[in-house]
Nanobody
Framework: QVELVESGGGSVQAGGSLRLSCAAS???????????MGWFRQAPGKLEREGVA?????????FYADSVKGRFTISRDNAKKMLYLQMNSLKPEDTAMYYC??????????????WGQGTQVTVSS
C-alpha cells in the first residue's frame, strides 16, 4: 500500500505561482525501489483526469502535458520521500483538483495503482 498526501493548493491570480507537494511512501515494499510518480488534474465539470507531469524513479526522465510545458516543473526528493510540482504563470484554465499518483515507468503520463486525495488549485483572472 502506498500513501500519498498532497498539499500546497490554494487560490491565486493569473500569472501567479504555486508549489504543490506530495508526501509519499513511494518505495515498493518488495524491491525497495521507488515508484515512478506523477501529477494529474481534474477540471471542474470534467470526468477525466488529465496527466500533467510525470517523473522517473531517479528524476532522469520527465513528461509534461503540452498545456503546461515551460510553466510547470516536476521534481522529487527520494531521501525525503517527497514529490513536487512547481507551477508558474498560472492561467484560469489550470483551475482543477490536482492529484499525486504513481505512474507507469514506461509511460509517465499513464496512472498506476495509487492516488492521493487531491489538493484544489483555483486561478482567477
Amino acid at each position: 500500500q502506498v500513501e500519498l498526501v498532497e498539499s500546497g493548493g490554494g487560490s491565486v491570480q493569473a500569472g501567479g505561482s504555486l508549489r504543490l507537494s506530495c508526501a509519499a511512501s513511494f518505495y515498493r515494499s518488495k524491491t525497495d525501489k521507488p515508484y515512478c510518480m506523477g501529477w494529474f488534474r481534474q477540471a471542474p465539470g470534467k470526468l477525466e483526469r488529465e496527466g500533467v507531469a510525470g517523473i522517473s524513479t531517479l528524476g532522469g526522465s520527465t513528461f509534461y502535458a503540452d498545456s503546461v510545458k515551460g510553466r510547470f516543473t516536476i521534481s522529487r526528493d527520494n531521501a525525503k520521500k517527497m514529490l513536487y510540482l512547481q507551477m508558474n504563470s498560472l492561467k484560469p484554465e489550470d483551475t482543477a483538483m490536482y492529484y499525486c499518483a504513481t505512474v507507469r515507468c514506461d509511460a509517465l503520463y499513464s496512472p498506476g495503482d495509487f492516488w492521493g486525495q487531491g489538493t484544489q488549485v483555483t486561478v482567477s483572472s
